[in-house]
């Protein structure tokens, strides 16, 4: 989950485990809101993750707005990818291409010619 904010990730889960636990059911949105404060936001970082949550929104006849959710379906895992093991080494690069270090052309660094410069 995103981590961008603490407890976002814990409130992300709580109302994921809330729309998981009601088996495609509608849940009201005071239910979800009692999980956090920032619904929305949170649903939409569950959206972003893939998953599919639908709304549905009816006014009574006294005029008041009521709200649900449910989770219609959930992303799909993909089978870890088996990555072939990387070079114990202490540099950086190689351990995160797996790649020897290129090597440095140190005659040419500069990104002009610095021989007409003074």
């Known amino acids: 989950m995103n981590a961008s904010a603490p407890g976002t990730a814990s409130q992300s889960t709580a109302i994921l485990r809330l729309l998981v636990d009601a088996r495609g059911a509608w849940v009201p ?69 797996g790649k020897p270090r290129p090597s440095l052309d140190r005659e040419n660094l500069f990104l002009f010619d610095i021989a007409g410069v003074r």
């Not at 006294?62 to 379906?73: A, D, H, K, M």
């Open 29 to 97: 949105l005071p239910e979800i809101m009692a999980c956090a404060a920032q619904y929305n936001a949170r649903l939409f970082e569950l959206r972003r993750l893939g998953f599919h949550i639908e709304n549905r929104t009816e006014r009574d006849d006294t005029g008041v707005v009521r709200s649900w959710y449910r989770l219609i379906n959930s992303p799909v895992q993909q089978p870890a990818k088996s990555e072939a093991p990387k070079p114990n080494t202490d540099d950086w690069y190689t351990a995160t291409t």
